[in-house]
């Protein structure tokens, strides 16, 4: 079942020509594509989306990530379980290139390991650095968990859902570890995290 284009069309609408996401963003979507679709699929995805390789630190505009991201989920579909697993897979993909570039790489380093709290404070920061739209926020909670919050975010919970998990997994949140999101709006999406 492919994803929705309706859907896909209302959260275009939502973006301005100032919002722009990293080129490693794209990158570590089409690098998925590539690992489980093959370098063919990555062609014609790349065609019909008419882009040519981002380069990983220039910013791009976040629609062009939009369009790319629902091609990749419709392209990815057969070799996932579902629709919603494609997306969780396309934001656990870009975790992967954040960590592998020098500035996820920095963070680590700072924050650490084990202790997914610090390392979820970061947020904000880490938002901000990727993308140019919205607030992205952590609310420590009590215990082993932290509520995070993104607004004026366009791109699908599901897509943040993969990202937060894959996150978690890499500060050391564990076998445990957990993230579940809900869909306000939209724009609005609100994750617990908890390992």
């Given amino acids: 079942m492919p994803s929705d284009k309706s859907e896909l069309a209302q959260r275009i609408a939502l973006t301005r020509p100032d919002h722009t996401v990293r080129g490693f963003i794209f990158n570590s979507v089409l690098t998925l594509v ?13 065609d019909l989306v008419k882009m040519k390789r981002p380069i990983d630190f220039f910013s791009y505009p976040a629609a062009d990530f939009l369009h ?18 494609a997306f969780r897979a396309c934001g656990a993909a870009t975790v992967s290139g954040f960590f592998e570039s020098h500035v996820g790489n920095t963070l680590t380093k700072l924050v650490g390991r084990g202790d997914p709290k610090r390392a979820f404070a970061s947020t904000p920061t880490v938002y901000r650095t990727l993308v140019s739209y919205g607030s992205h926020d952590c609310e420590p909670m009590e215990g082993r968990r932290v509520k995070i919050v993104f607004r004026g975010d366009m791109q699908p919970m599901l897509f943040h859902e993969g990202s937060l998990r894959a996150a ?28």
């Fill in 34 to 46: 590539s690992q489980r679709a093959g370098s063919e699929a990555v062609a014609r995805l790349a």
């Fill in 68 to 85: 790319l991201l629902y091609a990749a989920v419709d392209v990815l579909e057969p070799h996932c379980a579902s629709v919603d697993d």
């Fill in 168 to 195: 978690l997994v890499a500060v050391g949140g564990g076998e445990q570890s957990a993230v579940e999101g809900t869909a306000c709006a939209l724009d609005h999406s609100e994750f617990l995290v908890r390992w």
